[in-house]
């Protein structure tokens, strides 16, 4: 018997290999000959543990096939991995697989005499003939080179044919040589493919090579999803490249998921927002908040930019579709955006960053190009003048279009707006903010310039420190408004959080004993004649001023629209922070604007 290991490393625990999943399952389910108990084994690293760990670990299995699924973020410790693994273990055969070495493989192999070949392309099939003739072909008289879809270190093997999507394996459920299945999933993202393929060219992406889609059946679609709905498992990731780009493939899964909704489950799709049909939002409008949330790749709204990447949209259609999403309220948006892109300035930049910012998205990512390996853009680096780094991921340090010092602002400013706007907890006050500053751009520019001038951590875990800085860069912009944003970063803080300690920036408002009677009062009135906390039956008020908030204001800072929090109220208005309700999209607590001192407030007799 020989021991096969499959490997994956990960760019974060949280996430899995699906990959190596579906190799697995694939060859158990398709061999016809009876694998032997430890035959094929799955492991899992992640590219943040000590890579003499993670040798260990694979010496201490002793191998006698190790093969590794290689892309752009393990890449550089799989070749750590590739140049110590055979000095311990130097009769291992080693395999490759995956984007990452599926082109320019020929210099792979030249570098790591241990590596036998590389897998090309989808991989199931292939990796099972693979495993075939290492457990009994070989000794049959089978050769190698006749196992379609590989890269030899004596040519390549005639091509793989495509595996058909109905017979990829699900491999949650467990089977015959699969006896955890979801077990091995815990606390981990899953993921799922309903299509293999992808119809546009887009320049920097790989799926532009191969152009036909093929699609799993609706019939194990909707099967697959009721074993994800009956488990109530918390989100199903679909690694779909353009999800929707075939009309009605989309609409019945979407429909299926309204219809079938567990009330718990989250489904995250890949889509082009411009080719949603009016069917499709009609769905999505009816679907409880948070069933679904959708990542849309706008990359850029440079026209001249777009054409060059062979993505050049309708801009006026696909801001009209955001914004109807978004009026629906309940599907969470992560919009893309791309640097470093063909075209593209930094002057140019900033205003597909304001484009895109308007459409309100949950989530703004902005991204660096990535200059992979047998995309057209690799081909097009010379004649664009792009540089990207040596090593995977292979960034773009500058091009004509942008210099290296713009790239090191944009990183600045990817860093705010991960910090300030995706993590969706200063809402408020980044709303007030920005109408300091000719564009949101600036706004993020400003705060990013701020943070390196004065030598500000960005990494620390501290939710205070980043309330605080936030602060200090308001009051630099407008001192005359300091109380104003200290009202507004507390509104923010006690939407996400019930502190036990106040902040050192959030002063207690008018402590005075007669407040402190009328906030208890409040509180044992909503105790025994409840009007805005009829959920929390059976509890004290004592028990409810610990389970909630109950904060005063000035300003009205609860307004979405900024030029109606600026007038300071002659009294202040007391609002109520509920934090057993929360929003599906934002997690933010429920509040409840109570009125002014809580004078209204009685104890029911």
């Known amino acids: 018997m020989k021991r096969v290991l499959l490997v994956g490393v990960n760019a974060k625990y949280i996430h899995s290999n699906p990959a190596i999943y579906s190799l697995e399952a694939y060859a158990r389910a398709h061999i016809n000959r009876e694998l032997a108990d430890g035959a094929l084994e799955l492991m899992e690293y992640t590219i943040n543990q000590n890579m003499e760990n993670i040798l260990a670990d694979i010496y201490r299995r002793k ?12 890449w550089n410790m799989i070749q750590d991995i590739l140049m110590e693994l055979p000095k311990v273990l130097p009769d291992i055969k080693i395999w ?37 003739y290492y457990q009994w072909d070989k000794e049959e008289g089978k050769a190698l080179e006749s196992i379609g879809g590989l890269l030899l270190r004596s040519g390549r093997t005639g091509a793989q044919k495509p595996v058909a999507m109905d017979e990829l394996p699900f491999f949650y459920e467990e089977s015959e040589g699969n006896n955890s299945g979801l077990k091995r999933f815990q606390n981990r993202i899953l993921y799922y493919e309903s299509q293999r393929g992808c ?59 309204k219809e079938n909704d567990n009330g718990v489950t989250n489904f995250h799709f890949e889509i082009a927002a411009d080719l949603l049909t009016k069917e499709q939002l009609e769905v ?12 849309i790749g706008v990359q850029s709204t440079n026209k001249q930019t777009l054409q060059a990447i062979h993505r050049d949209m309708g801009m ?59 995309s ?55 709303r007030v903010l920005e109408t300091e500053f000719s564009s949101a751009f600036k706004m993020y520019e400003a705060l990013a310039a701020f943070y390196e001038e004065n030598g500000y951590a960005v990494h620390t875990p501290a939710r205070a420190y980043r309330y605080q800085v936030l602060l200090d860069f308001a009051c630099k912009i407008n001192p005359t408004k300091r109380e104003l944003y200290v009202e507004l970063l507390t509104f923010d803080l006690y939407l996400r959080e019930n502190l036990k300690s106040r902040p050192a920036f959030c002063p207690v408002l008018n402590p005075t004993k007669e407040d402190g009677i009328q906030v208890k009062e409040f509180y044992q009135n909503e105790a025994q004649n409840p009007r805005f ?73």
């Open 199 to 257: 119809p546009f060219s887009c320049a920097y992406c790989l799926s532009s090579i191969d152009k036909t889609v093929r699609f799993r059946s609706l019939e194990k679609i909707k099967k697959h999803m009721q074993f994800f709905l009956e488990q109530r498992v918390q989100q199903v990731k679909f690694i779909d490249r353009t999800f929707n780009c075939n009309a009605k493939h989309a609409l019945e899964v979407w429909k299926y998921l």
């Open 63 to 74: 191998p006698d096939i190790a093969a590794f699924s290689c892309y752009i973020w393990n």
């Open 96 to 132: 490759l697989g995956g984007p990452e070495v599926s082109f320019h493989g020929e210099q792979i192999l030249k570098r790591f005499s241990a590596v036998q070949g590389i897998m090309l392309g989808e991989g199931e099939i292939t990796f099972a003939e693979l495993l075939s």
């Open 316 to 374: 006026s259609h696909l801001r009209e579709i955001v914004e109807k999403v978004h009026s629906f309220g309940n599907v969470h948006q992560h919009l893309d955006l791309i640097a470093g892109l063909p075209y593209e300035d930094y002057v140019s930049f900033g205003k597909s960053f304001d484009d895109v910012y308007a459409m309100n998205p949950q989530q703004l990512q902005l991204g660096f190009l990535k200059v992979l390996k047998g």
């Open 376 to 430: 057209p853009m690799e081909e097009k680096a010379t004649e664009y003048g792009i540089i990207y780094n040596s090593k995977s991921p292979y960034e773009v340090l500058y091009s004509k279009w942008l210099s290296y010092e713009d790239v090191l602002r944009l990183k600045g400013i990817e860093e705010m707006v991960e910090l300030y706007y995706n993590s969706n907890q200063f809402v408020h006050t980044i």
């Open 533 to 605: 906390l009829t959920h929390y039956k059976g509890y004290q008020g004592a028990q409810l001023m610990k389970m909630t908030h109950l904060e005063a204001f000035y300003y009205a800072v609860w307004s979405k629209e900024p030029q109606e929090c600026t007038n300071r109220l002659e009294k202040p208005v007391y609002v109520l922070f509920d934090y057993q309700s929360r929003d599906a999209l934002t997690h933010d607590a429920r509040f409840v604007v109570i009125g002014e001192c809580l004078e209204d407030c009685q104890v029911a007799n």
């Open 284 to 295: 999505m409008e009816g679907m409880r908040p948070g069933l679904i949330q959708l990542e």
